[in-house]
């Protein structure tokens, strides 16, 4: 399959390829969420949530393999470094008791998918202490053993935990293409240049392209 893609078509096989939706949880989509007591705009990542659906329903109808990240870290905080808990001075830490449980919690409310991308039975779903998915997750092994080589990455947000996804991918030898209106970030420059960045000089990191590109692509092969 091919996908018309920046700076030049991506091809890839279904069967090595996986799509990877990072941190696509309610404390950080929602209203009322850790998000927006950080004094986000939560409305720009919500905006990306029928596009990213659609794009999910498409690869499942397909038979891809998902993969589903929350960030999130253990109840008693082990895998949480102090620096990453007292960096900053945030009104809630880590761990603290926020509006939809504690904040980054495994298994607080806030803490889950949201509702709409749900994970179903025979996806992967990872909680990463980390920015980046493979930090202290298996997830590399896992992925190996499906012989997986291509990886599609939606989520947010696109410069933190997305862009360090990617780069940690690209690293480890995946191919990785970000999917343009499935991503979105706080800031909305950071999100134009990290699509910039990724795609730069011959897709240093990877490739962008449209939703519908891909969407075109899995018609295309059907
Ligand atoms: C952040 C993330 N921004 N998922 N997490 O802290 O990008």
Same mark, same amino acid.
């Given at each position: 399959?091919?996908?018309?893609?920046?700076?030049?078509?991506?091809?890839?096989?279904?069967?090595? @390829?996986?799509?990877?939706?990072?941190?696509?949880?309610?404390?950080?989509? =929602?209203?009322?969420?850790?998000?927006? @007591?950080?004094?986000?705009?939560?409305?720009?990542?919500?905006?990306?949530?029928?596009?990213?659906?659609?794009?999910?329903?498409?690869?499942?109808?397909?038979?891809?393999?998902?993969? %589903?990240?929350?960030?999130? %870290?253990?109840?008693?905080?082990?895998?949480?470094?102090?620096?990453?808990?007292?960096?900053?001075?945030?009104?809630?830490?880590?761990?603290?008791?926020?509006?939809?449980?504690?904040?980054?919690?495994?298994?607080?409310?806030?803490?889950?998918?949201?509702?709409?991308?749900?994970?179903? =039975?025979?996806?992967?779903?990872?909680?990463?202490?980390?920015?980046?998915?493979?930090?202290? @997750?298996?997830? %590399?092994?896992?992925?190996?053993?499906?012989?997986?080589?291509?990886?599609?990455?939606?989520?947010?947000?696109?410069?933190?935990?997305?862009?360090?996804?990617?780069?940690?991918?690209?690293?480890?030898?995946?191919?990785?293409?970000?999917? =343009?209106?499935?991503?979105?970030?706080?800031?909305?420059?950071?999100?134009?240049?990290?699509?910039?960045?990724?795609?730069?000089?011959?897709?240093?990191?990877?490739?962008?392209?449209?939703?519908?590109?891909?969407?075109?692509?899995?018609?295309?092969?059907?």
């Amino acid at each position: 399959m091919r996908i018309e893609a920046n700076p030049f078509a991506y091809a890839f096989e279904l069967k090595h @390829t996986a799509l990877v939706l990072i941190d696509m949880q309610r404390d950080f989509i =929602e209203p009322g969420g850790f998000g927006e @007591t950080l004094g986000n705009d939560v409305s720009l990542l919500e905006a990306i949530v029928p596009a990213t659906k659609a794009a999910l329903a498409a690869w499942r109808k397909a038979g891809g393999l998902v993969v %589903h990240t929350r960030e999130a %870290h253990k109840a008693d905080l082990s895998d949480c470094p102090p620096a990453k808990r007292h960096r900053g001075n945030p009104s809630l830490r880590i761990g603290d008791e926020g509006p939809m449980g504690r904040i980054l919690v495994a298994g607080e409310p806030g803490n889950q998918i949201i509702d709409a991308l749900a994970p179903v =039975e025979g996806e992967i779903v990872i909680d990463k202490p980390g920015k980046g998915m493979f930090y202290a @997750t298996g997830l %590399h092994e896992l992925l190996q053993q499906r012989g997986i080589t291509h990886l599609l990455f939606g989520g947010v947000t696109t410069e933190v935990c997305v862009q360090t996804s990617m780069r940690e991918a690209n690293d480890r030898g995946y191919d990785g293409l970000l999917l =343009e209106d499935c991503t979105e970030s706080y800031f909305p420059a950071f999100k134009a240049a990290t699509l910039d960045m990724i795609r730069a000089q011959g897709a240093i990191v990877g490739w962008t392209a449209p939703s519908a590109a891909l969407l075109a692509a899995l018609d295309n092969a059907a």
